[in-house]
């Protein structure tokens, strides 16, 4: 692999990771407005959290890529209880 080719590897995963780092935030944050709007409990873990809600995203997203039907989809999210994911599928 010449040098260029390895910068670019190395620049893709950088971006991927920064990506990452950045979805958690979100996630994190967004937890934390439900904990100070009395939503969430101030004891929530709201990393570990971040990371289920991330990791479950990332799994219907593999799901669907490989060619699952809606309503398999919806079907996984409601079992885990994210009934906001099943507003926004049924609207489309």
């Not at 937890?31 to 100070?36: H, P, S, Y």
């Not at 990332?58 to 099943?86: C, E, F, N, Y």
């Amino acid at each position: 692999m010449s040098h260029g080719l390895r910068r670019a590897s190395r620049r893709r995963r950088y971006f991927r990771k920064d990506a990452a780092a950045g979805g958690l935030a979100l996630v994190e944050r967004r937890f934390c407005d439900g904990i100070g709007a009395k939503e969430i409990p101030t004891d929530f873990p709201v990393t570990i959290r971040a990371r289920h809600v991330l990791d479950f995203a990332r799994g219907l997203t593999m799901h669907a890529q490989i060619g699952a039907a809606r309503k398999v989809l919806l079907k996984d999210a409601l079992k885990r209880g994210l009934s906001p994911i099943s507003t926004s599928l049924n609207a489309r």
